[in-house]
């Protein structure tokens, strides 16, 4: 963890005396830089690395103790902003459910590694995506990096504006009538960064007159879980809620029931 090197930056800038609740405190990469420049590990000196901050747990101590996490805002500049930036995955203690899908040969490149998108692509093709959010149209149209155009949002009753921010969806897939949006995993996760959500649901919101919807995936053993979320204001940072979410375990018409997918 680069606890120190936040340490120095909020000390040097001295954050902790800023007012959130008027505005976020706006720090460059330059600023992040001419501070951490005398460490020699990455993860004490590269933005990148120092700005990532994906779950609560991972935050920097001070972060933590002073209620704030961080969001990029445009190419080089972050706001750091009071408030719980995050969204808990609950736990899915429902029973798994077995699909059957349609497949009737195995596909093998599938079976080559253990990456989010592997899993996420075994459960489209298998057809567990589209039965899960109800949508047999649903066909692949977006992957891979983009960048925001302008937005403006709220966290509580701080403005925020991001534009040319970075963002990457595990896979997205445009239907008859709405967009689905996927954040994928291929571990256990107890709570995310709300930001990998709201950036890409805000970006194609811009591009579609159609519904945008955000779904958050996990492959767990032979396991596939998925969450799906709205936000009741898309201005609201933190109007995100859970809809509906299950886990299954995928069986192909080439198995039989005991046979395990790794």
């Not at 079976?111 to 039965?131: K, W």
């Not at 767990?220 to 898309?234: L, P, S």
């Amino acid at each position: 963890m680069n606890h120190e090197a936040w340490q120095l930056i909020f000390d040097k800038y001295r954050i902790k005396s800023h007012s959130f609740q008027k505005i976020p405190f706006i720090i460059t990469a330059e600023q992040i830089k001419s501070v951490t420049k005398q460490f020699r590990r990455t993860a004490d000196r590269e933005v990148r690395v120092l700005c990532k901050q994906d779950t609560r747990e991972s935050r920097p101590l001070v972060f933590q103790q002073e209620g704030l996490f961080v969001l990029p805002i445009r190419n080089g500049t972050y706001a750091i902003v009071k408030g719980d930036g995050y969204v808990d995955i609950p736990e899915i203690t429902s029973e798994v459910q077995k699909y059957r899908s349609p497949l009737d040969f195995q596909l093998d490149t599938s079976l080559v590694g253990n990456s989010e998108m592997q899993h996420l692509d075994f459960a489209f093709a298998s057809g567990l995506i589209p039965t899960f959010i109800d949508d047999k149209s649903l066909v692949l149209t977006i992957r891979g990096r983009k960048y925001t155009p302008q937005f403006d949002f709220f966290v509580k009753q701080a403005k925020i504006t991001a534009i040319g921010v970075q963002t990457e969806v595990d896979a997205g897939y445009e239907g008859k009538a709405q967009v689905i949006l996927i954040e994928a995993k291929n571990f256990k996760t107890d709570n995310t960064i709300i930001r990998q959500l709201y950036y890409p649901f805000r970006q194609w919101q811009t591009h579609t007159k159609k519904p945008v919807k955000t779904l958050f995936f996990e492959k767990r053993a032979n396991h596939y879980f998925i969450w799906e979320f709205q936000f009741k204001d898309e201005h609201d940072y933190n109007s995100i809620e859970l809809i509906q979410s299950a886990r299954f375990e995928i069986v192909c018409n080439y198995q039989d029931d005991s046979s395990e997918r790794i």
